[in-house]
């Protein structure tokens, strides 16, 4: 079990304790362009901006303080120094509009915001409809009041369970929702997967396309490399194509992305050398098995998939090196207990696909939200997530729990016909759901983008029918298949099947139409 003192400001672990040990000429932030930050660098950049929240701008322990810019060492340091002065972070995608923003800022009462120069203009649309935001400051403008600052700021004195971040859900349904976590849940997280599963040192270099706002992010370019030393590589723009050139320029160690983009750097590989990478990490969507596959023949590299979630803070199911099953998410990360259960919250035996349930030193804790009921149900934490327990222990993800297609009566999870379309030669990428039929209630549709030089045609369609009913149950087959350019992601690289569902349903409308 993690014990923390009674008393904390995390800041002092993730930055200060580094100083105090001798090592803040150690470097903490890489950026494009030539940027280097020590970690003595960092903790000045961090000290002076703190001194300008609680000094210029009146920051008060507790104040909300919203966030908003790429990934880059201005918003990690002011991230760091809102938490270091007693506050709590609202971190926003950047791709977020005004409408979005006011509904975060209505939420989570935001009275100050902290803005990238490049940002501003939905943030102060957002700021005329919300009511409680009442300053906006650029980064530029944070910059030149830091440079007037005191460089010594000791951390404000937080207990160790007062919130530090509000990590907002992408809402793909309803109103998002905002988790809280405190100053001890993002140590726990580092001390939880951190050091049992992910294993990093002071000499690793971390790099990754997931948005800070995002705790995915958070943990992977932030909390994981300085708890422990390391360093970090801030890329503000990290699509697949950007994300190779930039491991070959800064040769990290470690890379945070999601199962897609390791899929489209695959083709890649060999254009760039990637060679200092050690360990590579997957989350935010299932891991195809095909995907694992092609990643090691071509790396030797095997992927390490993670299921975590906002709510939840971070990973909680994964395995170690040596300890992967292939296709599997993996076992509870030491210190979480995870189960399978049926409809009344029984604990349902290896086979059974049930809902996904959780526990452990972080969990589910909504602002004033009535979802928390459904959510954290007798102390566990239900995920939404249907799963399958195997006889070792291993976790197996089938599909979110309403995501799964209901045809004929046969119950068909979406994903599963992915991994087995994603082991087919001509597949690049794939999102299989439900679409509306008057027979059958509703047909399996795969939506598929092919890799270059594959026509898409009837032949190929029914070539990639087959090959689904020879792997898996034949009555798991797509009816349909569509070719399309891409899929509909958000920006945490998640495949939007309430985007593709939508589609279907248009497309069989559209095609009763035409039969009429
Ligand atoms: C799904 C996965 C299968 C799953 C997240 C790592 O994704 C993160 O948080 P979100 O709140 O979404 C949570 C939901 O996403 N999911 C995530 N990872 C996997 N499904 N395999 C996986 N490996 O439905 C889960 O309930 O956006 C991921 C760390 C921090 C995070 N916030």
Request: charge should be negative; include cysteine.
């Amino acid at each position: 079990e993690l014990k923390y003192p009674g008393r904390i400001n995390c800041v002092a672990d993730f930055v200060d304790s580094h100083v105090a040990a001798g090592k803040g000429n150690r470097i903490a932030i890489l950026a494009p362009g030539g940027l280097a930050w020590t970690y003595a660098d960092l903790q000045v950049e961090v000290n002076r901006i703190a001194n300008v929240l609680v000094q210029d701008l009146g920051l008060i322990a507790g104040n909300r303080v919203l966030l908003r810019a790429p990934n880059n060492p201005m918003m990690v340091a002011a991230y760091l120094a809102v938490i270091k002065a007693g506050g709590i972070v609202v971190a926003t995608m950047p791709l977020l509009r005004a409408k979005e923003l006011s509904v975060i800022i209505d939420k989570a009462e935001v009275g100050l915001a902290l803005c990238d120069d490049r940002l501003t203009d939905e943030l102060a649309k957002a700021a005329a409809q919300a009511a409680p935001l009442e300053r906006i400051v650029t980064f530029g403008e944070l910059s030149s009041r830091a440079a007037g600052a005191s460089p010594v700021f000791t951390p404000v004195d937080t207990a160790a369970t007062d919130i530090c971040l509000f990590g907002f859900t992408s809402g793909t349904t309803g109103t998002p929702k905002c988790t809280m976590h405190g100053h001890r849940d993002l140590l726990a997280i580092c001390d939880a997967y951190g050091r049992n599963v992910l294993k990093p040192s002071a000499d690793d270099r971390f790099i990754g396309s997931p948005p800070l706002a995002f705790t995915f992010g958070l943990g992977g370019l932030v909390l994981f490399p300085f708890r422990v030393g390391a360093s970090t590589v801030l890329l503000e723009r990290a699509p697949p194509g950007e994300l190779l050139p930039a491991i070959a320029a800064f040769k990290p160690t470690i890379c945070f992305t999601a199962p897609t983009a390791y899929r489209a750097m695959i083709p890649a590989l060999g254009d760039h050398d990637w060679h200092s990478l050690r360990k590579c990490v997957s989350a935010g969507e299932a891991l195809p098995k095909a995907t694992f596959d092609a990643w090691k023949q071509a790396t030797g590299l095997e992927l390490m998939d993670g299921i975590g979630a906002t709510e939840m803070l971070h990973i909680f199911i994964s395995a170690p090196e040596g300890k992967i099953r292939p296709g599997a998410t993996g076992l509870p990360v030491p210190g979480y207990e995870a189960k399978v259960i049926g409809m009344d919250g029984e604990e349902l035996g290896p086979g059974q696909p049930g809902r996904l349930a959780v526990r452990g030193p972080t969990g589910c804790r909504y602002l004033s939200d009535e979802r928390q009921s459904r959510y954290v149900i007798d102390g566990w934490n239900v995920t939404g997530d249907t799963y399958v327990v195997d006889a070792d222990g291993y976790f197996w993800y089938q599909a979110r729990s309403d995501d799964m297609i209901v045809s004929a009566g046969y119950n068909i999870a979406g994903p599963e016909v992915e991994s087995c379309l994603l082991s087919h030669p001509a597949i690049a990428e794939c999102g299989v759901v439900g679409q509306p039929d008057e027979e059958r209630g509703t047909i399996v549709k795969a939506y598929v983008v092919l890799k270059p030089g594959f026509a898409a045609d009837k032949v190929l369609a029914e070539e990639l029918q087959a090959f689904v009913k020879a792997e898996i149950a034949p009555y798991k087959y797509p009816r349909v298949i569509a070719f399309v350019d891409q899929l509909p992601r958000t920006e945490t690289g998640k495949l939007q099947r309430f985007a593709l569902r939508e589609i279907a349903a248009r497309d069989a409308a559209s095609s009763r139409t035409a039969a009429e």
